[in-house]
């Protein structure tokens, strides 16, 4: 089982860029979330889905879209880069009727610049 | 709306020595799970252990335990026998049940493990 899976593992852009993160689950998951990881403020949510079709705001959405047209796969869209976007991103997937536990994607490193 | 808090960004121990990691969550949920996630330098995201609240027995996990005191709102994470591999970032979380899609997290604490 391959899991969560997450492209790219690094990238780097330009202010004013767009660019799609790729995140793809095998494990029939209902749930599907977005996360950015900043140096001492831990992880934090962007997006997240209870299945194909629904999508809604985490704590920090601005700048970001999101669509889940399949249940396997949740991509994530920087319309417009920014700096203050540079920083790690994780998906994580996760069942809704069964035991609570996420499973993550390797992540991937943004930097803008 | 949950927080969670871990007030130690870094702390460090030798080999073998037992440490203890704190966590404080607030959450207006009355029924939800506590997690520690392990980051090592790889990044990938590695569940410890998991309480669920409604459970009064503390979790464990091999070497890894917790201490959950529900009416204080803390939920340590004790390493016992700690070993080099055990050096990463720790991160406290919590969501309410059938909630993993929007997991609360700390802020971290990085450990270290000394030969």
């Known amino acids: 089982n391959a899991g969560v899976t997450q492209t790219p593992k690094f990238q780097v852009l330009k202010t004013g860029q767009s660019m799609t993160l790729q995140c793809a689950q095998d494990m029939n998951h209902e749930y599907m979330s977005w996360y950015r990881q900043d140096p001492g403020m831990g992880l934090r949510l962007i997006h997240y889905s209870v299945g194909a079709g629904i999508t809604d705001q985490g704590e920090v959405p601005n700048g970001y879209n999101v669509s889940r047209s399949t249940t396997e796969d949740f991509p994530l869209r920087l319309l417009s880069a920014a700096p203050s976007q540079t920083s790690v991103y994780f998906c994580?997937?996760?069942?809704?009727?069964?035991?609570?536990?996420?499973?993550f994607g390797q992540g991937t490193r943004l930097t803008v610049v | 709306a949950q927080t969670v808090t871990q007030s130690q960004p870094e702390m460090s121990v030798q080999e073998a020595e037992t440490v203890t990691l704190s966590c404080t969550y607030d959450t207006s949920e009355s029924n939800y799970y506590l997690f520690w996630y392990k980051q090592p330098p790889s990044r990938q995201m590695i569940l410890v252990i998991r309480?669920?609240?409604?459970?009064?027995q503390n979790a464990t996990e091999n070497r890894f335990s917790v201490n959950f005191q529900k009416a204080a709102k803390s939920f340590s994470l004790k390493i016992s026998d700690s070993q080099l591999g055990d050096t990463a970032m720790y991160f406290c979380a919590s969501c309410k049940i059938q909630g993993a899609q929007k997991l609360v997290f700390g802020q971290g604490t990085r450990l270290t493990i000394n030969p």
């Open positions: 309480q669920e609240a409604y459970k009064q």
């Open positions: 994580a997937s996760s069942y809704w009727n069964r035991d609570t536990e996420a499973f």
